[in-house]
Every structure is written in structure tokens, then in C-alpha cells.
């Protein structure tokens, strides 16, 4: 590799069978060059937005932690395997049990909440947007990571992958303070803002079974058939978003913002892709969001907003007035009154979706715009 070129590895890997996992996955290590560290503690931040079965494709499969897992261990490490859920599900071992995650606890592998040790507010002069990000200890403190993100699309970023995956290291608060915005560009600094704190020493990508449509709940799990490893977290976002045929990646506002702060390659000849050509990786058909936002250009999707985006709309019939949707709400827009339905308060609602992502039973849906409707596109909740 010449000095200049960020390495990233890709193994074909067609399913979660243990041993072709540990096989591809050893492959995709090696094709990227990793360096793991000896005799310390390795931390894993895995994906684990919700309680949801892995077949889903909401979270990082367990076949791929266990096989990074193998690994670490080999080199003499212990593992942590950690991340914080999506903003209500406190109940740790629902979560565990669901995403396969803490049925990997042994001797050498710890599993749990990455936030269980607390969080520390960080402040740098280099962000953008946040004044501070209040970040999990456990995170800052690691002596090595290992960030294990599943390839998804997502209403908001587009992707969700390696830089997206580091948002979970970050707390409820300085979560919601990222999602208050109405600008998909101010979203992307904001993420970019809490992954520069501390980037992880490498990455590798659960794209097995990614996420298609409107990730990273909702969406359909797409069988692709990779698994992505490398040490440069744009570099690996690159081949992932090739995967999904997203083209020029620099026109996702995420990596563009993150390619902007210097942290990665700003053109794909900086990158050597090894254990495939590029042409080997896109998805013929692969879906995208329904959000029609990627079509119109940076400068204009603060304007286009509120045309073309997708919006909460509550089915009654559905609710069962729990009051989750008003606690999740960045900018609180949302008023549930015990024992009422709740009220949207639209001029104030910036659709970020986090209700619709977070709602128990599928109540808080989206409504389709009239260009989004034009367009032919439909949303259909997966769970
Ligand atoms: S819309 Fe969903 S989250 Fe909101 S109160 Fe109803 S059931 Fe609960
Ligand atoms: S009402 Fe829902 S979509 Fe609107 S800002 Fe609140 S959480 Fe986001």
C-alpha cells in the first residue's frame, strides 16, 4: 500500500453460518491490514439501536461480534461488546437477549450498556456545531476500539455505517441536541462533531444482511453478502455506500461533512480496496430512503425540507397513549397529557422521525409528502 492509501478489506460472506463468518471475517482482517492489540481489553461498539431479533438487520449480527470476538481473543485481549440503545429502551436485558448479543458473555467477553460507566461532556474547538458532546467513559477511556457497524440505510443520513455507528457513544441529550435541527447538513456536522472526539482504531462492517429503504428501524433487511474491514472509517463508509450504489459518496452530507474535516479520503483513488474490485460491490436495486431529500443539492435541502420529507402521523386506532413519542422528541413538539393522545405541534416539528423510530406498536407513522407520493415511493413499517 503507498503511504497515501487508506486500506480497506472486503470478504465475500453469504451468510451467518459461524464458520464462513469467522472465515470471511479473518479474510477481511488480514486484506485490511489489521493490527490488533495484544493482552489488553478490547472494546466492541456494536450496533444496538433497538431490542429486535438480528434477521431484522437493525443491529450488528452476533455470528460477526463473535467472530471479531475469536479474533481479539486470540491475540490475547479480553472483549467488551457494548453500545446505548435507542433512547428508551432502558430494559438491558431485554435488549441483550434480543440482539443475540448477550448470549456471547463468557470469560473473556463482557457484555452490556456502553454509557453503564457513565458519560463525561467534551468540548473542542474543532466542532462545528456542538458546544458539547457528553460521551460515554467507557468509550473515551478504551484503549482500543473496534467499531462493529451494520450497513443500513437511514431516513436522515442516508447511510448509516462506520462514522454514523459512533453516535451511540454519545448521551440521550447530546443525542436529541443533534436531531433538533430542521438541515440534514447541520445533522451531519453534528454526528461528524462527536466522532472526531475519539475515533475508533478500526472498523469492520456487518453488510451480510444490510438494511434497504427507510433504515434504520423500518426498513427491509437486503441480503448483500460482504463483510468490510478497515482502519479509516470514511474509507471503509466509501465501499459500503458503493455497496448500496449511492455513487459519488462525497454527495451524502455525512461524508461530506466527515471528508471535510480532513479525517479520510476525499476521492476514491486514495483508497486501496483489497479482496475485491470496486465493480464487485454495489447491490443491483438496492432501495434508498423514501426521503426524497438526496435529490435536490446541499445548499438547497434546508428549503426543499419541508416539501419533500416524510412526517409524523399518528394513527389513533394503533396508540396506546404511553407517552414515548412526547418523551423522545428533540425539540418538543409532541404534548401527551396523561391518559390522551398525543398532539403534534407541526410548525415545530423538524421530522427528524425519532417518534416513528421509537414508537412501541407502529402508531406514530409516516406520512407521505406530495412529491414523495409522486414519486411513487411507499413506506412500509417492517415491524
Ligand atoms: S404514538 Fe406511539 S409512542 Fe406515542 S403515545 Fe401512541 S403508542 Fe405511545
Ligand atoms: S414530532 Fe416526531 S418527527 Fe417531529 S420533531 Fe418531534 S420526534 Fe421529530
Known amino acids: 500500500m503507498s503511504a497515501e492509501k487508506y486500506l480497506v478489506g472486503a470478504a465475500r460472506c453469504e451468510s451467518y453460518d459461524p464458520r464462513e463468518v469467522e472465515l470471511a471475517l479473518s479474510l477481511a482482517l488480514r486484506k485490511a491490514g489489521a493490527r490488533l492489540p495484544e493482552g489488553g481489553e478490547v472494546l466492541i461498539k456494536t450496533n444496538m439501536l433497538a431490542p429486535s431479533a438480528p434477521d431484522k438487520a437493525v443491529t450488528t449480527h452476533p455470528e460477526i461480534l463473535r467472530a471479531i470476538s475469536r479474533e481479539t481473543i486470540k491475540k490475547g485481549n479480553s472483549v467488551h461488546i457494548a453500545d446505548n440503545p435507542g433512547y428508551i429502551f432502558s430494559d438491558k436485558n431485554n435488549l441483550l437477549n434480543a440482539t443475540g448479543v448477550g448470549a456471547l458473555a463468557s470469560d473473556s467477553i463482557k457484555t452490556g450498556i456502553l454509557s453503564d460507566l457513565g458519560v463525561r461532556g467534551i468540548r473542542r474547538d474543532s466542532f462545528r456545531v456542538l458546544e458539547e458532546a457528553r460521551i460515554s467513559s467507557r468509550y473515551l477511556d478504551a484503549a482500543f476500539v473496534i467499531n462493529a457497524a451494520k450497513l443500513k440505510t437511514h431516513v436522515e443520513t442516508e447511510v448509516s455505517c462506520c462514522i454514523k455507528n459512533i453516535f451511540g457513544t454519545a448521551d440521550t441529550a447530546t443525542r436529541k441536541k443533534c436531531h433538533s435541527s430542521r438541515s440534514q447538513s447541520v445533522l451531519a456536522e453534528a454526528i461528524t462533531d462527536l466522532f472526531i472526539i475519539r475515533p475508533p482504531e478500526f472498523n469492520v462492517v456487518d453488510a451480510v444482511l444490510a438494511m434497504e429503504g427507510d433504515g434504520p428501524s423500518y426498513g427491509k433487511p437486503r441480503k448483500t453478502g460482504w463483510i ?3 482502519a479509516n472509517a470514511l474509507a471503509v463508509d466509501w465501499a459500503a455506500s458503493t455497496i448500496m450504489c449511492y455513487g459519488n459518496p462525497l454527495k451524502i452530507p455525512l461524508m461530506k461533512a466527515a ?8 476521492d476514491k483513488s486514495q483508497i486501496e480496496l483489497a479482496g ?9 436495486g438496492f432501495k434508498k430512503s423514501t426521503s426524497l431529500l438526496r435529490l435536490f443539492p446541499t445548499f438547497l435541502r434546508g428549503w426543499a425540507h419541508s416539501f419533500v420529507t416524510l412526517r409524523p402521523e399518528l394513527k389513533t386506532e394503533e396508540c396506546i397513549r404511553c407517552g414515548i413519542c412526547g418523551r423522545v422528541c428533540p425539540v418538543d413538539a409532541i404534548k401527551c ?17 425519532c417518534c416513528h423510530e421509537m414508537c412501541p406498536t407502529g402508531a406514530m407513522a409516516v406520512g407521505r409528502n406530495l412529491l414523495a407520493s409522486l414519486a411513487g415511493r411507499q413506506h412500509r413499517p417492517s415491524r
Open 276 to 284: 475485491a474490485a470496486w465493480e464487485d460491490l454495489p447491490s443491483v
Open 228 to 230: 468490510l474491514a478497515g
Open 259 to 266: 471528508a471535510s474535516r480532513g479525517i479520510g479520503p476525499k
Open 337 to 353: 397529557p396523561p391518559g390522551e393522545y398525543p398532539a403534534i405541534n407541526r410548525p415545530s416539528c423538524v421530522k427528524c422521525l
